[in-house]
């Protein structure tokens, strides 16, 4: 297990004057839910994820020695125009990982960034897009230090992603994620995201995640509010208990593959983080009349056919649809049948459990 100071690079063997790397990331859907944290985007509570396939980040990065070293120096382009207003963000992001990767100030960068999915669909993609650009960040390191091991490259990538987007430290690797210290999970850790140690049993392979595009606008309370207001939430101590609780159930659903035990847990952590948004101070809510149409949906079609279909919601209004490879057919059908009415658009979009970040 590392520790942050196993981060902070002393010297670099190697010296390179300019250069290019390119890296996809996903986007992770939560199963146990990270909302609150402590200072340096430390978690106050573990959370697990499955990482996505589909819905991905791809991001390029140049970079070429400068003489000035005072500034970080950057230009971002998103979907090859200029976008200005990404750039306080990545200033912010630099600023915080520069003591982990002391030559930033010593290039000029150029960033080039473009989803897989669209723009305006409501998916948040600071998780996919923080860890892609760790990930590139992490070449360039790799460069420095050819020495380095892959185990540090990834851990590396995935605490750089952390202090961009806490989630996106999950979304460095597959197929399932945890973040956060557990005492049930080998080498968990509060710093970075690591790939569930355990046996996962069949009943999650190729696990679909059909994401329903209720509401495509801007939410009106960001998630860096949403978990600032679990300080002094009445129920914070209790939930973030409940955090540890359902992660040790789920270590047992995922080797026994008990899917009614897992929809149990599943849903109860999506319901649990909108009730602490609904009791927070102050109160908001994220969800919509279409989202819990959808949610009644999903539990008769479920009663009546006894399919293993569950929901899952982030910070949002949009519905994650989640089930068994094998049922996909009847699932997609009642997708289409009866929930596309409640998409905004009739918007959605098809993904499942992928294997993390890759280099292209
Ligand atoms: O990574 P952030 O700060 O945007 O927080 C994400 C929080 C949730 O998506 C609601 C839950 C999670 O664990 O991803």
């Given at each position: 297990m590392f520790t942050a100071n196993d981060f902070i690079p002393t010297s670099y063997s190697e010296s390179i004057e300019s250069g290019n790397f390119q890296w996809s990331a996903p986007s992770n859907i939560a199963l146990v839910k990270y909302w609150g944290k402590k200072a340096n985007?430390?978690?106050?509570n573990p959370s697990v994820s499955f990482t996505l396939n589909n819905c991905k980040t791809i991001t390029k990065l140049a970079f070429a020695k400068k003489q000035n070293t005072d500034n970080f120096s950057f230009d971002l382009f998103f979907e090859g125009k200029p976008k200005e207003d990404f750039k306080p963000k990545i200033q912010k992001f630099f600023e915080r990982i520069e003591i982990y990767l002391p030559f930033l100030k010593n290039y000029h960068f150029t960033i080039d960034t473009q989803n897989t999915f669209p723009h305006s669909s409501g998916i948040a993609s600071s998780a996919s897009g923080m860890a892609a650009l760790a990930m590139n960040l992490m070449s360039l390191e790799k460069a420095l230090n050819p020495a380095m091991t892959e185990d540090y490259f990834y851990q590396k990538a995935s605490l750089l992603a952390r202090l961009g987007s806490g989630s996106a430290c999950r979304s460095v690797k597959g197929q399932v994620v945890t973040w956060g210290q557990q005492t049930n999970i080998e080498r968990s850790s509060d710093l970075y995201g690591v790939e569930f140690p355990y046996n996962i049993h069949e009943n999650f392979k190729n696990y679909q995640d059909t994401i329903l595009l209720v509401d495509k606008g801007e939410k009106q309370v960001s998630s860096t509010v949403g978990h600032d207001l679990m300080h002094n939430h009445p129920f914070a101590e209790r939930r973030f208990a409940q955090a540890h609780e359902n992660l040790d159930k789920l270590i047992v659903i995922f080797e026994n593959g008990n899917l009614d035990e897992f929809i149990k847990i599943v849903e109860s952590e999506a319901l649990t983080l909108h009730a602490m948004m609904m009791t927070s101070m102050p109160y908001f809510i994220l969800m919509k009349p279409n989202t819990l149409q959808i949610i009644n949906k999903i539990w008769k079609f479920r009663n009546e056919t006894q399919i293993p279909v569950c929901f899952t919601l982030d910070a949002g209004a949009n519905v994650h649809v989640l089930y068994p490879n094998k049922d996909k057919e009847s699932v997609l059908q009642f997708i289409k049948d009866e929930l596309v009415g409640y998409c905004q658009n009739g918007q959605y979009l098809c993904d499942e459990i992928g294997t993390g970040a890759m280099q292209l």
């Open positions: 985007q430390i978690p106050a």
